[in-house]
């Protein structure tokens, strides 16, 4: 007896960006890839499927004959279809051996306990609130996709291919590293060869392999207080006893750390999240401190690029001649966050054991995504994408400080060279995590200061309103937004 295939289970989801071309092939290749339908089943015709879909049957036909050449279905006669008889995969059997009932008792398994990590919440639907004031978050009318999409393809080429292909053996890609050595840091006053960078998943993975490879339990770490939460919880995982030093308007004062440290945590350039920039002053004293108490200092110089009010000061890696600064860069902080690039840079004996360990969780990041973004560094696109930041980025600045100022609302943290995020202070009462609840039913999306804060478990005042993602014309009504709220909360 012939077995049909349902034209149930399609179905065309019209409000979709996806092809209905794809979408029909979907709906077959989940079918049996659920085992839904059974090899040899009868396809409905072209002229049935597209009337009960209401489609052009010309569509039906190109997706069925794709399926054709994928495997999935074949043709049965000169105009029907059906479900190919050996499809690449078939689910397994249903009467598989049970191996027990018994569940596993994971709280006695899990030998490390992550609640340290206190997140900054970011709703994954952000962009359909009015006034998201969310740090890191891009424009994307700011960026060139046009251009992003032309070096995606030119990395897709045969000779390109074939190297993203193969296994890098844990190297990077060449030219990226390349570019890296001669025009990402010479900007910063950095010189390097290529045997002293590593290219990372983010700088948050430059962090955790630098913590893995100059802390154990027991360990003297210092970092910022306010600190980014990341860091914090990075430091705390790796057992070191964790001391935080108090930031001023100048950073992080390097006659306040305790005599036995070992290593330091620092964000000079543009200190997270007060927006503070250590000076050059200070930066040497810190490598002189360095130097006589023989201790390491982690360099995270994040969103140094967009600089429009003055240029960024050197790096702090820029001042050092005995390696003991380990420089920590990102392209996600200045392309767009899903990106996930970045890249250590340290002497080669610690960037060869750096490797290896990358290379254990990970061996190497995605050869396609490096030469891509190789591309789009070396043809001038990123310059331009900067160009754009940088003015959109100082227009929205001046209008949000003169909003902020209107309202009475504190800043207590900006970034003299630019940014893209202002530190406020509430008044004596303020919940932080409060209000940003509160203001959620406003539309409004603000940062709560409590997960800077990695040893205090009292109520925050502070918190972070940022620009990158928010259009300039919402400025002025969600700052009123937020201070209808603070005066709601405070009374």
């Known amino acids: 007896m012939r077995t049909n295939v349902s034209e149930t289970i ?15 092939r979907e709906a077959v290749v989940s079918a049996v890839l659920a085992g839904r339908v059974q090899p040899g089943a009868h396809l409905p015709s072209t002229r049935k499927l597209a009337d009960y879909l209401n489609i052009s049957r010309i569509t039906v036909t190109l997706a069925y004959q794709e399926l054709v050449s994928q495997g999935y279905a074949e043709a049965a006669d000169r105009s029907s279809y059906r479900i190919a008889l ?54 994307p009318t700011l960026f060139d996709l046009n251009a992003w999409r032309d070096c995606a393809r030119r990395a897709l080429a045969q000779e390109d291919f074939i190297l993203m292909a193969s296994d890098f053996a844990a190297a990077d890609d060449v030219q990226l590293v390349n570019y890296i050595c001669s025009r990402t840091l010479p900007r910063r006053g950095i010189h390097a060869t290529p045997d002293e960078i590593l290219v990372t998943v983010g700088a948050q993975n430059a962090l955790w392999i630098v913590t893995r490879l100059i802390l154990e339990k027991g360990s003297s770490a210092v970092c910022e207080n306010p600190c980014h939460p990341d860091i914090s919880a990075s430091l705390l995982l790796s057992g070191a006893r964790v001391t935080t030093v108090d930031v001023d308007g100048e950073g992080l004062p390097p006659e306040n750390l305790p005599d036995d440290t070992e290593a330091v945590f620092v964000t000079p350039s543009h200190h997270s999240p007060t927006g503070a920039t250590m000076p050059i002053d200070r930066r040497i004293r810190l490598l002189q401190a360095a130097a006589e108490r023989d201790f390491v200092i982690v360099e995270d110089d994040y969103e140094f690029e967009i600089s429009y009010l003055a240029p960024p000061s050197p790096a702090l890696k820029s001042f050092d001649t005995a390696g003991r600064v380990l420089y920590i860069g990102s392209f996600s902080k200045s392309l767009f966050p899903g990106l996930r690039l970045g890249y250590l840079v340290a002497p080669a004996p610690f960037i060869r054991e750096a490797r290896a360990l990358r290379s ?67 008044p004596e ?11 959620r039913r406003d539309g409004v999306l603000v940062e709560s200061g409590s997960p800077f804060f990695p040893q205090s478990d009292q109520p925050c005042r502070f918190f972070r309103m940022g620009y ?17 709220c603070i005066d709601r909360l405070t009374g």
């Open 10 to 24: 399609f179905f065309i989801d019209r409000d979709t960006r996806v092809g209905l071309q794809a979408q029909l």
């Open 360 to 426: 254990l969780m990970l061996r190497h990041p995605p050869g396609h995504l490096q030469r891509t973004v190789a591309y789009f560094l070396a043809l001038g696109h990123y310059d331009a994408v900067l160009h754009r930041m940088r003015s959109e980025y100082h227009k929205r600045h001046d209008v949000m400080a003169t909003a902020l100022r209107g309202k009475d609302l504190k800043i207590v943290g900006a970034s003299t060279f630019g940014g893209t995020s202002f530190w406020m202070e509430g």
């Open 468 to 484: 990158s993602s928010i259009p300039r014309g919402n400025i002025v009504e969600g700052v009123a937004r937020v201070k209808a």
């Open 86 to 139: 050996n499809p690449p995969h078939q689910a397994l059997g249903r009467d598989l051996p049970t191996s027990g009932s018994a569940t596993v008792d994971w709280s006695g398994k899990l030998k490390m306990d992550f609640g340290v990590v206190r997140r900054v919440e970011k709703p994954l639907d952000w962009r359909r609130y009015p006034y998201p004031f969310l740090y890191g978050q891009m424009d």
């Open 429 to 439: 009462g303020l919940d932080a995590d409060q209000l940003v609840s509160e203001l």
